[in-house]
């Protein structure tokens, strides 16, 4: 179960780099609502991984 969260958040975050990325490289903007949502993924994740000793690479990464 909790391999499985981890799994959709980290498809939560590859979909959420474009939102990220396009518009900083296009019009050197920042998309606030998407950093919002990217830094509860990331304290979510924060709260499964916590104490495991083996992490995907892909995620890491």
């Known amino acids: 179960m909790i391999n499985d969260r981890m799994i959709e958040i980290e498809e939560s975050i590859n979909k959420l780099t474009v ?8 019009s050197k903007t920042v998309n606030k609502e998407a950093f919002d949502k990217l830094y509860f993924l990331l304290d979510e994740l924060k709260i499964l991984i916590k104490g495991e000793l ?3 690479r892909k995620l890491v990464g």
């Open 54 to 56: 083996i992490i995907s």
């Open 19 to 26: 939102d990220l990325l396009f518009p900083i490289r296009t």
